[in-house]
C-alpha cells in the first residue's frame, strides 16, 4: 500500500526560528501537493498547495519546496510564532481524486 | 460565506448499531471527500463524491457507504460499528476535487463506539 512518510513527528522551534517538515511519496505526481494545518477540535485547513511541475511555492511565511526526482516535499514556516503551534500534515495525490495523508508532525513555537 | 457543516457533531453508538453521518459543502462546491481521522491511522481516505457520482474509494470495509444529493449535501452510513470504527468523521469540499485554492473541511463528527 502506498504511503507518504512524514518527519518529524514532533518539533520545537524558538519564536522566529524556521521550521522544516519532510516528506516521502511513492506514487507518480500528476496533481496537487498540500500541506494542511490542524488546531485541536478543528478539521485540518489547507495551507498552502503546490502543483508537481513547479519547484517552490511561497505564501507569506509558508514555503513549499518540492523535489519531483527526489519523490521529497517540504515546508519551510519563517519567522516561526507562537499561533503557528498547531499538527501539520502533507499529502499526496495517490489516483483520480484520492490522497494518501502524511501521519502528521505536532509543531510547538516557544514564545 | 458559510463553511463546510457536519452533523451531528458528536454521536455515542453501541456496537452492532448503524449510524449516518452527514455533510454539507461550500456553496457551489460540487466534489465531497470524506475521511476517517484516528491517533494510530491519521487521515485516512473514504471516498469522494461529484455530481452524485462515486468517483474513487478507500480501503475500507463494504460497512462504510455514502452517497451525494442532487444539492450536493452528503452523507456517509456505516453498519454494523464496530469499537474500531471510533474515530472523527471528517469530510472536505471542493469545486472538482483538487487539493488547491477552495479545498475545504468541516469540523467532523466524533464518533465513540462503546
Known amino acids: 500500500q502506498q504511503q507518504v512518510k512524514q518527519s518529524p513527528q514532533s518539533l520545537i522551534v524558538q519564536k522566529g526560528g524556521i521550521s522544516i517538515i519532510n516528506c516521502a511519496y511513492e506514487n507518480t505526481a500528476f496533481d496537487y501537493f498540500p500541506w494542511y494545518q490542524q488546531f485541536p477540535g478543528k478539521g485540518p485547513a489547507l495551507l498552502i498547495a503546490i502543483r508537481p511541475d513547479v519547484s517552490e511555492k511561497k505564501e507569506g511565511r509558508f514555503t513549499i519546496s518540492f523535489n519531483k526526482s527526489a519523490k521529497q516535499f517540504s515546508l519551510h514556516i519563517m519567522d516561526s510564532q507562537p499561533g503557528d503551534s498547531a499538527t501539520y500534515f502533507c499529502?499526496?495525490?495517490?489516483?483520480?481524486?484520492?490522497?494518501?495523508f502524511g501521519t502528521g508532525t505536532r509543531l510547538k513555537v516557544l514564545a | 460565506k458559510a463553511g463546510v457543516t457536519q452533523t451531528p457533531r458528536y454521536l455515542i453508538k453501541t456496537r452492532g448499531q448503524q449510524v449516518t453521518l452527514s455533510c454539507s459543502p461550500i456553496s457551489g462546491h460540487r466534489s465531497v471527500s470524506w475521511y476517517q481521522q484516528t491517533p494510530g491511522q491519521g487521515l485516512q481516505f473514504l471516498f469522494e463524491?461529484?455530481?452524485?457520482?462515486?468517483?474513487n474509494k478507500g480501503n475500507f470495509p463494504g460497512r462504510f457507504s455514502g452517497r451525494q444529493f442532487s444539492n450536493s449535501r452528503s452523507e456517509m452510513n456505516v453498519s454494523t460499528l464496530e469499537l474500531g470504527d471510533s474515530a472523527l468523521y471528517l469530510c472536505?469540499?471542493?469545486?472538482?476535487?483538487?487539493?488547491?485554492?477552495?479545498?475545504?473541511f468541516g469540523s467532523g463528527t466524533r464518533l465513540t463506539v462503546v
Open positions: 472536505a469540499s471542493s469545486l472538482r476535487g483538487q487539493h488547491n485554492y477552495g479545498y475545504t
Open positions: 463524491y461529484f455530481s452524485e457520482t462515486q468517483r
Open positions: 499529502a499526496s495525490p495517490s489516483g483520480t481524486y484520492k490522497y494518501i
